[in-house]
């Protein structure tokens, strides 16, 4: 039976890990971000997580995952990592990176093996909606299993403003 939805990268990595998760399309628009999927869906806005790519000053990238309703510190970032720079990329770079394009980037899947930064406050929460690989598809899942479709990869951190 075919399903109503792509078979991503990021759905294919879940699937390998042996995760539970559940899918949920919405209507994807250019810089709706998190507030318009969390809208639609009706879900948590701090719950929904959006995946940053950023880069630091040698170029090197990375992935932070934070709230919907949240900025990142890239200060805070710099310091974790010892550098004394980091940015996000361009859109154009970002997609380069991540396989994804921006407004569908998930951090599992990714074309590049990259460190994933996940706001420590994202564990405490009993369940996450994140990208999964397509501009407007989520995955409900238990934020516990993101580091078993990541393992070695996810650093706990605090990259609030």
Request: charged letters at 20%; glycine letters at 6%; hydrophobic letters at 35%.
């Amino acid at each position: 039976m075919k399903s109503e939805f792509p078979a991503t990268m990021a759905i294919r990595a879940l699937d390998a890990a042996k995760v539970q998760y559940e899918l949920r399309s919405y209507t994807w628009t250019p810089h709706g971000g998190t507030i318009q999927a969390a809208t639609e869906l009706e879900l948590d806005h701090h719950a929904t997580i959006k995946t940053i790519i950023l880069e630091d000053e040698t170029r090197k990238p990375f992935v932070c995952l934070m709230h919907g309703d949240c900025e990142i510190s890239v200060k805070s970032l710099a310091r974790v990592r010892g550098v004394k720079t980091v940015r996000t990329c361009s859109p154009d770079t970002a997609d380069r990176h991540s396989g994804y394009h921006v407004g569908g980037t998930s951090p599992f899947g990714t074309r590049k093996r990259m460190t994933v930064y996940v706001q420590k406050t994202i564990y405490s929460l009993p369940q996450i909606y994140i990208n999964a690989g397509h501009r407007g598809l989520l995955c409900i899942m238990a934020p516990c299993d993101i580091d078993k479709v990541l393992p070695g990869l996810t650093v706990p951190v605090d990259a609030t403003q």
